[in-house]
Nanobody
C-alpha cells in the first residue's frame, strides 16, 4: 500500500524557517517525481515545488522561488521542503505528492497524495 506521510509543520513567525519532510512507503519512490503542493484557507490547492527522480529537474512556483528548496534522499524514500523567509501568505496545509512518470507541476497529474501538514506563519 502506497503511503505518503508529511511532517514538520507548525507555527512560525514571519521571516522564520521550517523544514517539511515526506516519508514515502509501499513503492520504489526513487523512480517517482515528488512534489509539494499547498492549500491556504479558502483557496484552491496550488503547486509549490517538484523534483524529478534523478534530481536533475526542479521547478518552483514564482511565489516561493528563492525562498524554498526541495530535495530528496532516495536511499530513505524521503522528500524535503526547506522553507526560509516565511511570510504570512505561506500559511497553508502542505501536501506531498508523487507521480510515477514525467515531472509535472500539475496537481491532476500526481498519482499519490499525503494527508498534509499545517504551516502557520504569524505576522
Amino acid at each position: 500500500q502506497v503511503q505518503l506521510v508529511e511532517s514538520g509543520g507548525g507555527l512560525v513567525q514571519a521571516g522564520g524557517s521550517l523544514r517539511l519532510s515526506c516519508t514515502a512507503s509501499g513503492a520504489t519512490f526513487s523512480f517517482a517525481a515528488m512534489g509539494w503542493f499547498r492549500q491556504a484557507p479558502g483557496k484552491e490547492r496550488e503547486f509549490v515545488a517538484v523534483i524529478g527522480s534523478d534530481e536533475s529537474r526542479l521547478y518552483y512556483s514564482d511565489s516561493v522561488k528563492g525562498r524554498f528548496t526541495i530535495s530528496r534522499d532516495n536511499a530513505y524514500n524521503m522528500v524535503y521542503l526547506q522553507m526560509n523567509s516565511l511570510k504570512p501568505e505561506d500559511t497553508a496545509v502542505y501536501y506531498c505528492a508523487a507521480r510515477f512518470g514525467a515531472v509535472t507541476t500539475k496537481e491532476d497529474d500526481m498519482h499519490y497524495w499525503g494527508k498534509g501538514t499545517l504551516v502557520t506563519v504569524s505576522s
